[in-house]
């Protein structure tokens, strides 16, 4: 069975500072997704990571993958208030050419004044 | 027009009832799923479908039940409602043809009394 598992579940930051999540899964898989949900609304994509070694970044976000290791890691440089929300990173599974989505736990991240 | 709606947003019943969330799509995706989302438990999925004709159960199906209308319609029925499905649900889809992941429509905050 696919696990995905973040780590930390929750990590409060000041600005200014950097962190990484850290997203491990269990199985083998040919992509992973970050996604942001904001208090009381939906998910939103934020990177798409399709072979090992894909590296994408937007603003002060940086996603990479290793397939081999089955790790992805979302870093954040200098963080910024708006950057508070809640991430998650999601696995495709691959069972006999179906895909279904699979989510880790989630972390919720607060960006300190 | 937003590509993924559910209805209702919000819905308070009471144990026992039976209850329908209903998602509708304008991305002409094939592949449908609902998840639901408690905290500190991330998103589970619940069913998922291919197609009209291909619906499947997903992590935690028991005490739910769906129906695929059509391609553009996928609603998730609550039997007999208990406390314990008290979440928020989200309707999601996805086109593999894309590789983009899935999109989330607005989510339904379930209470059950």
């Known amino acids: 069975e696919l696990k995905v598992e973040q780590n930390p579940l929750f990590l409060s930051m000041q600005e200014g500072k950097n962190y990484t999540i850290y997203c491990n899964y269990s199985t083998t898989s040919d992509r992973l997704y970050w996604y942001r949900q904001d208090p009381g609304k939906s998910l939103e994509s934020l990177f798409v990571l399709l072979s090992n070694g894909a590296v994408k970044q937007e603003g002060r976000l940086m996603a990479s993958l290793d397939t081999k290791a089955r790790l992805s890691t979302l870093h954040i440089t200098a963080a910024v208030h708006d950057l508070s929300a809640t991430y998650f990173c999601a696995v495709d599974r691959t069972t006999s050419g179906t895909y279904k989505y699979i989510f880790g736990t989630g972390t919720r991240l607060k960006v300190l004044a | 027009d937003a590509d993924v709606t559910q209805t209702p947003r919000n819905r308070i019943t009471k144990t026992g009832k039976r209850i329908m969330l209903e998602c509708s799509q304008t991305k002409g995706h094939d592949r449908m799923y609902w998840y639901r989302q408690d905290p500190g438990l991330g998103l589970r999925l619940i069913y998922y479908s291919f197609d009209v004709k291909d619906i499947n159960k997903g992590e935690i199906s028991d005490g739910y039940s769906v129906s695929r209308q059509a391609q553009a319609k996928f609603s998730l029925s609550l039997e007999s409602a208990i406390p314990n499905q008290t979440a928020l649900y989200f309707c999601?889809?996805?086109?593999?043809?894309?590789?983009?992941?899935?999109?989330f429509g607005p989510g339904t905050r379930l209470t059950v009394t």
């Open positions: 999601a889809t996805s086109d593999p043809g894309t590789s983009l992941g899935v999109v």
